[in-house]
């Protein structure tokens, strides 16, 4: 008894939503390839860093087709992989963009769309988030979409009560947004539950703050997942890179992710970040694990990465290994010494 030894401690996340996207259709690097128990491990992977929240990209439409890789359709794993939320007691958000070919400013085509998405609804369970883009996806003038979204609210709490809607004014032009932030200002609909900041927004985070009123979060939607074109690109970085890997490379960038990450937490800390595949995954991880405790050291978040997939005594090399992949990233090519130092710690020959 005496050489026993009992270690107690505890904490508590900061920020209330902390999770990837990850969907299921032909369009990502990996998800489209996997089975309910690959998912599983992942989510299993995620948890331990301080994932407390997944988004499904869903379809309105159940016979979409499939894509080469996918074993089932987006309606038919989506409906799958949310009862293993739901067992593990993780948020279930789902994006839904409205179909560019729908015009719901016309009621026949907008009473059509709202039964497709009551099958949608439906086939879920366990749904706690409806997350309706603006745009990057959907083309609804915020005039017509709003009103939609008004009559979209109820149906959602009724078949799923408690689930909160969060509309983005992603690509909003000057005209939208003004009109869009009028809406709120004016308006205040209790049927709203919160707003997203993502790529291709045309204002600061900062100045979505401002003019949205206090009464609703914010939720970050950060793209982890690009290196260049995209919400956060690679800083400096060498043409030869960039036409060589192009948009979708491996990326770890842990110092990059954890400095955005805790940047962005003066006007949200809430996130749900954009991802396309495994490309990220240690980028995913770095913000789970900032928004659970923003001060933990980027070495501490490292070093715990390589413990958990890597095992304790490999732990430091990794970490100093992942560092140094994000240091390949940084300036011209032929004048980075590191990028071959990598090469010989990684064990490459």
């Not at 954890?258 to 970040?273: E, K, L, P």
Request: charged share 25%.
């Amino acid at each position: 008894m005496g050489s026993e030894r009992c270690i107690r401690d505890s904490s508590a996340p900061a920020y209330p939503i902390r999770g990837p996207q990850l969907g299921y259709r032909d369009t990502p690097n990996a998800f489209d390839a996997w089975e309910t128990p690959e998912f599983e491990q992942y989510l299993r992977d995620l948890v331990i860093f301080g994932t407390n929240a997944v988004e499904f990209t869903t379809s309105l439409y159940p016979d979409e087709p499939k894509g080469p890789l996918m074993s089932k359709t987006t309606w038919e794993m989506t409906a799958e992989w949310s009862k293993v939320l739901e067992e593990y007691g993780i948020d279930c958000w789902i994006w839904q963009e409205i179909p560019s070919e729908v015009d719901v400013g016309k009621p026949d085509e907008a009473g059509h769309l709202l039964e497709r998405w009551r099958a949608l609804l439906e086939s879920l369970t366990g749904l706690d988030a409806v997350f309706v883009p603006g745009g990057d996806g959907g083309l609804t003038p915020a005039p017509v979409l709003m009103p939609f979204l008004e009559r979209l609210a109820p149906l959602i709490q009724e078949i799923h009560p408690g689930a909160t809607l969060w509309v983005s004014n992603q690509t909003f032009e000057d005209p939208e947004n003004d009109f869009f932030f009028e809406y709120l200002q004016k308006q205040q609909p209790g049927w709203l539950d919160g707003v997203v900041y993502g790529p291709w927004t045309k204002m600061s985070l900062h100045e979505m703050r401002e003019r949205t009123p206090k009464r609703y979060p914010i939720r970050h939607y950060p793209d982890i997942t690009h290196n260049v074109r995209c919400q956060y690109p690679v800083q400096d970085w060498d043409r030869v890179f960039a036409h060589a890997v192009n948009r979708e490379a491996p990326n770890p960038r842990p110092r990059d992710m954890r400095h955005i990450a805790r940047f962005s937490q003066a006007d949200t800390g809430n996130f749900v970040t954009y991802s396309e595949g495994v490309n990220d995954d240690l980028n995913k991880i770095v913000w789970s694990a900032v928004g659970w405790a923003p001060d933990m050291p980027i070495e501490d978040i490292l070093l715990e990465y390589g413990r958990v997939f890597f095992g304790g005594q490999e732990a430091e090399p990794i970490a100093k290994g992942l560092r140094m992949l994000e240091d390949n990233w940084r300036g011209p090519v032929a004048e980075n010494l590191g990028i071959e130092a990598a090469w010989r710690h990684w064990g490459c020959r």
